[in-house]
């Protein structure tokens, strides 16, 4: 294992990439749906197909990409070169996404609908090259560790700036909330390309694999399917992705339908910001204490109590804010230490199979979440289509009630399937139990 120590400007420089990409997918996640319906004046219905296109896309580009990392580097490693080539397209494509031109109403959705799949697909090979990127840049455990706190501060970072700025930037342009978004997502674009070319500047693939990668996609699969944390982290990722996105997208029509308060929704989307920050800096010690699969199970624990509780607060803003904070508490608990968990499984495989395959896993996991994210986009729709949703129409008590369910009652109910997965997962703490179940593996092998 390596002993080499990362220095500060790349731990700092590699924070900057999921500043970059955080701020996007946060951007995206919680504004596009409401742009659509809200801003462009989109039928539901369309709009649903738009999300839905959108993330299939994304979900079905990120295992190829990751497959076909593994079977080339490049002299400047397996992640960088695809980051430098397609971050200035991702962001480019992300003005062109909260662009709606004045064409009828057909041409509009083609137009959106288009841009936004192939944003989707840029914003894939981006965010798979970037999830990757850690396992590479060191063997050592505690220095993932600490990289990954950079990681956590450089996601919160760009969450809170989206979160903060983006209905202030969108107000000045009251009159046209078309132009408005436009405004937002050109400055975001602008900030979001210098952090991403500084990460790719300033990192350094260092891990080599112990033999050349060939494998095909069957065969990468046949490999990584002896890892039962593997596929346990994959279901895991999928859930918690599904129900994150189902509440953030959410979050604007609780505010403006359910609770008749707009702006409480700005200050929701901000705390799950601010205290993934904070939490960042805890998650090392709370790892070394409890393991990594303690830190999903606990983090799912306090966000099933806080959504409870947030059902039965009602129209209570001080509890409904309460329980916002105490859910953002558990989300950063339960996540936070994902990318340390991945490349502990691409370790785990190395070990087993003599095949280390950062791509292929990394990349399986993040479809998995890509296609959480996708098939939220369709049933929060779906939901508020049942219910009678029409923008800035009468809120009916049928309305109010899928908000609720979308913002609530689903993800609940996914969050508990993901506290039961947990203990399938079977590397309680990093370094023993790994270690145990490889040689385990290697003596029926």
Same mark, same amino acid.
């Given at each position: 294992?390596?002993?080499?120590?990362?220095?500060?400007?790349? $731990?700092?420089?590699?924070?900057?990439?999921? +500043?970059?990409?955080?701020?996007? &997918?946060?951007?995206?996640?919680?504004?596009?749906?409401?742009?659509?319906?809200?801003?462009?004046?989109?039928? %539901?219905?369309?709009?649903? %197909?738009?999300?839905?296109?959108?993330?299939?896309?994304?979900?079905?580009?990120?295992?190829?990409?990751?497959?076909?990392?593994?079977?080339? =580097?490049?002299?400047?490693?397996?992640?960088?070169?695809?980051? $430098?080539?397609?971050?200035?397209?991702?962001?480019?494509? %992300?003005?062109?996404?909260?662009?709606?031109?004045?064409?009828?109403?057909?041409?509009?959705?083609?137009?959106?609908?288009?841009?936004?799949?192939?944003?989707?697909?840029?914003?894939?090979?981006?965010?798979?090259?970037?999830?990757?990127?850690?396992? @590479?840049?060191?063997?050592?455990?505690?220095?993932?560790?600490?990289?990954? !706190?950079?990681?956590?501060?450089?996601?919160?970072?760009?969450?809170?700036?989206?979160?903060?700025?983006?209905?202030?930037?969108?107000?000045?342009?009251?009159?046209?909330?078309?132009?408005?978004?436009?405004?937002?997502?050109?400055?975001?674009?602008? /900030?979001?390309?210098?952090?991403?070319?500084?990460?790719?500047? *300033?990192?350094?693939?260092? /891990?080599?694999?112990?033999?050349?990668?060939? !494998?095909?996609?069957? =065969?990468?699969?046949?490999?990584?399917?002896?890892?039962?944390?593997?596929?346990? !982290?994959? +279901?895991?990722?999928?859930?918690?992705? +599904?129900?994150?996105?189902?509440?953030?997208?959410?979050?604007?029509?609780?505010?403006?339908?359910? %609770?008749?308060?707009?702006?409480?929704?700005?200050?929701?989307?901000?705390?799950?910001?601010? /205290?993934?920050?904070?939490?960042?800096?805890?998650?090392?010690?709370?790892?070394?204490?409890?393991? *990594?699969?303690?830190?999903?199970? !606990?983090?799912?624990?306090?966000?099933?109590?806080?959504?409870?509780? *947030? &059902?039965?607060?009602?129209?209570?803003?001080?509890?409904?804010? +309460?329980?916002?904070?105490?859910?953002?508490?558990?989300?950063?608990?339960?996540?936070?230490?994902?990318?340390?968990?991945?490349?502990?499984?691409?370790?785990?495989?190395? =070990?087993?199979?003599?095949?280390?395959?950062?791509?292929?896993?990394?990349?399986?996991?993040?479809?998995?979440?890509?296609?959480?994210?996708?098939?939220?986009?369709?049933?929060?729709?779906?939901?508020?289509?049942?219910?009678?949703?029409?923008?800035?129409?009468?809120?009916?008590?049928?309305?109010?009630?899928?908000?609720?369910?979308?913002?609530?009652?689903?993800?609940?109910?996914?969050?508990?399937?993901?506290? @039961?997965?947990?203990?399938?997962?079977? /590397?309680?703490?990093?370094?023993?139990?790994?270690?145990?179940?490889?040689?385990?593996?290697?003596?029926?092998?």
């Amino acid at each position: 294992m390596s002993e080499e120590k990362i220095k500060i400007r790349e $731990r700092i420089s590699y924070g900057l990439g999921d +500043f970059a990409q955080n701020g996007m &997918f946060t951007f995206i996640s919680s504004y596009l749906m409401f742009f659509l319906t809200d801003a462009a004046k989109i039928h %539901l219905g369309a709009a649903g %197909l738009i999300l839905l296109l959108g993330r299939v896309a994304d979900a079905l580009v990120s295992p190829l990409v990751g497959g076909r990392m593994d079977q080339k =580097q490049r002299g400047q490693g397996k992640c960088r070169p695809y980051m $430098r080539f397609f971050i200035l397209p991702e962001c480019v494509l %992300l003005m062109l996404v909260f662009m709606s031109p004045a064409f009828s109403d057909g041409q509009r959705i083609l137009y959106l609908g288009l841009v936004y799949i192939l944003y989707s697909i840029t914003y894939a090979i981006v965010s798979v090259a970037y999830s990757t990127l850690m396992s @590479l840049l060191t063997r050592n455990e505690k220095e993932r560790l600490k990289l990954n !706190l950079f990681k956590n501060i450089g996601a919160a970072a760009g969450g809170m700036l989206v979160t903060a700025v983006t209905m202030k930037i969108v107000n000045l342009f009251s009159v046209d909330l078309r132009k408005g978004f436009f405004a937002a997502a050109s400055i975001y674009a602008a /900030v979001f390309f210098l952090a991403g070319m500084t990460c790719v500047r *300033n990192t350094k693939e260092r /891990v080599i694999p112990v033999q050349p990668q060939k !494998l095909s996609y069957i =065969q990468s699969f046949k490999v990584t399917r002896k890892s039962r944390a593997w596929l346990v !982290l994959c +279901f895991i990722n999928f859930l918690e992705m +599904f129900y994150y996105t189902m509440r953030a997208q959410g979050v604007m029509y609780y505010s403006k339908y359910y %609770l008749r308060q707009e702006w409480v929704g700005a200050i929701l989307l901000a705390t799950t910001q601010f /205290v993934t920050l904070a939490v960042a800096f805890i998650m090392p010690w709370l790892s070394s204490k409890i393991g *990594n699969r303690g830190c999903v199970r !606990l983090g799912n624990l306090i966000w099933c109590t806080a959504l409870a509780g *947030n &059902f039965f607060s009602g129209r209570n803003l001080k509890g409904v804010l +309460f329980f916002g904070l105490l859910s953002s508490i558990g989300w950063a608990a339960a996540t936070g230490i994902l990318f340390v968990m991945i490349s502990e499984t691409i370790d785990f495989s190395e =070990q087993i199979t003599g095949y280390r395959l950062d791509g292929f896993i990394t990349s399986t996991v993040v479809f998995l979440m890509k296609l959480g994210t996708a098939s939220a986009g369709a049933v929060s729709s779906t939901t508020l289509a049942l219910g009678g949703y029409v923008a800035d129409g009468p809120v009916t008590k049928g309305i109010e009630t899928s908000i609720r369910l979308n913002y609530i009652g689903i993800p609940l109910a996914l969050s508990l399937a993901v506290i @039961l997965l947990t203990g399938l997962y079977p /590397v309680k703490q990093p370094g023993k139990e790994m270690s145990g179940e490889i040689e385990e593996r290697r003596h029926r092998d």
